[in-house]
């Protein structure tokens, strides 16, 4: 059974500071891992997604990536912004025949103080 | 904003109730997904529905139900509501070949 954990659970910086999330999870057979961002009450939104035969990818402050054969993903955010605090989700997706169900870490909740 | 919309907002029910989630995705995602998001957790997989019919369903028990029209909308209805039950409901829609999840913004559910 595919577990997947998210360290630290929570991150408090001061503005401007660069920042690594980490994500690790038991089973490499994954089709893509995907980092979302979910603001309080609200749905998730997608920042990146790293198919299994990619390293890394980034858009525009953000690079996460990927070792699959140690079961390991970081996701960092370059000069944090206020806007930033959220808390930030990744997920797995499994290499099956069918479906598309995504597992999910508890998420690292993030601050970032002016 | 992704075009998946999700109704109602948020909605109270009483133990022993039945309760009906509605999601609508664009036209052509052919997959959708629903997932359980208790307060302060990861969300749960509770199953998936690709072409209107059920091809993928976590560990969730029976009296979590779905549906999936031809229109691209999905119901979740859950029966004999508990306690524990209470979470935010989100769903999911995926366009046919391509890799990402376009999530709904959820719909609250409270169970007194």
């Known amino acids: 059974k595919q577990e997947v954990t998210q360290i630290p659970a929570a991150l408090s910086v001061p503005e401007g500071e660069n920042l690594v999330l980490n994500c690790s999870f038991t089973?490499?057979?994954?089709?893509?891992l995907q980092w979302f961002r979910q603001d309080p009450g609200k749905g998730l939104t997608s920042l990146l997604l790293?198919?299994?035969?990619?390293r890394e990818q980034t858009s525009g402050r953000l690079n996460a990536s990927l070792d699959k054969s140690s079961g390991r993903s970081t996701l960092y955010i370059a000069a944090s912004q206020p806007g930033d605090s959220a808390t930030y989700l990744c997920a797995v997706r499994p290499l099956e025949t069918s479906g598309s169900r995504l597992t999910f870490g508890e998420g690292t909740q993030l601050t970032v103080n002016p | 904003e992704t075009g998946v919309t999700q109704s109602p907002t948020h909605l109270i029910k009483t133990r022993g109730q039945q309760v009906t989630l509605r999601c609508s995705s664009q036209?052509?995602?052919?997959?959708v997904s629903w997932y359980q998001q208790a307060l302060g957790q990861g969300p749960q997989f509770i199953f998936q529905?690709?072409?209107?019919?059920?091809?993928g369903r976590g560990n969730f028990p029976p009296r979590f139900s779905g549906l999936q029209f031809p229109n691209y909308s999905s119901e979740l209805n859950v029966n004999a509501l508990e306690l524990d039950d209470s979470a935010l409901y989100l769903c999911?829609?995926?366009?046919?070949?391509?890799?990402?999840?376009?999530f709904g913004p959820g719909t609250r559910l409270t169970v007194l």
């Open positions: 790293i198919q299994s035969s990619q």
């Open positions: 999911a829609s995926q366009p046919k070949g391509f890799s990402w999840q376009f």
């Open positions: 089973d490499s057979a994954i089709y893509n």
């Open positions: 036209s052509g995602h052919n997959t």
């Open positions: 529905y690709y072409r209107e019919e059920e091809n």
